[in-house]
């Protein structure tokens, strides 16, 4: 139990569906990320909220809509995904954002991740 | 080119052995952090390193980060099935943005 919870933990939608993921987390934290792991590539930030405000767009495409009605919850709506979006989408929070202080409670804890399939 | 760089990207161990992963920065690291994956799965906070010449360790595994601050290496002893996994290192290169290596595929032979 890594008190980040993330479901559906698997997903298969066609490229015309519309369909969000949903995480959770029990921490008390009050930051939350969305990171996209595809094959062979480099973990991806997508989106960064902090105290439900929206700080990270790391030049995500629209197809991928995120929202964040509270500090313990995180949704991203997906809509017309391509293929190439297939990937696992990991959801994780913190206790505070990092800025240029490195401290314990900026690391992130990683909830189990939703295998996406775009078909 | 990838910024952040993980060696070996692969790496099959005999259980009971040493071995360690690096994870090498062409620029200074203001702080790395160690996750472990288990495949398909989510990342498991392993260590955060700050200072130069750091290190830290949590049950058999001891992460250090060099004086230089561009280079930390991740050493597990006496391996065991259960280190079986994707290791990857996070650190900050530029902005306020975490940077992960690709990661290093760990499997222990029985």
């Known amino acids: 139990e890594t008190g980040v919870t993330q479901t559906p933990r698997h997903l298969v939608m066609g490229m015309t569906n519309k369909k969000s993921l949903k995480c959770e987390q029990h921490?008390?934290?009050?930051?939350m990320y969305w990171y996209k792991q595809s094959a062979k590539k480099p973990l991806e930030l997508m989106f960064v909220?902090?105290?439900?405000?929206?700080?990270e767009n790391n030049s995500v495409p629209s197809r991928f809509s995120p929202e964040c009605p509270n500090s313990s919850h995180l949704f991203l709506h997906l809509h017309t995904l391509q293929p190439e979006d297939s990937a696992l989408y990991l959801c994780?929070?913190?206790?505070?954002?990092?800025?240029?202080?490195?401290?314990?409670?900026?690391?992130?804890?990683f909830g189990q991740g939703t295998r996406l399939t775009v078909v | 080119s990838q910024e952040l760089e993980q060696s070996p990207q692969s790496l099959i161990v005999q259980e009971g052995k040493n071995l360690t992963i690096n994870c090498t920065s062409s620029?200074?690291?203001?702080?790395l952090y160690w996750y472990k994956q288990k495949y398909g799965e989510g990342l498991i906070f392993l260590m955060m390193?700050?200072?130069?010449?750091e290190e830290k360790s949590h049950e058999k595994i001891t992460a250090k980060l060099d004086e230089k601050k561009q280079q930390s290496s991740l050493h597990i002893t006496a391996s065991q099935p259960s280190h079986a996994g994707i290791y990857l290192c996070?650190?900050?290169?530029?902005?306020?943005?975490?940077?992960f290596g690709k990661g290093t595929r760990l499997h222990i032979l029985p």
């Open positions: 921490l008390g934290h009050n930051a």
């Open positions: 909220y902090n105290f439900k405000e929206q700080t």
């Open positions: 996070g650190a900050d290169l530029r902005d306020d943005k975490i940077i």
């Open positions: 994780a929070s913190s206790q505070d954002i990092r800025y240029d202080i490195w401290r314990p409670g900026t690391e992130a804890f």
């Open positions: 620029k200074t690291l203001y702080g």
């Open positions: 390193l700050q200072k130069g010449g």
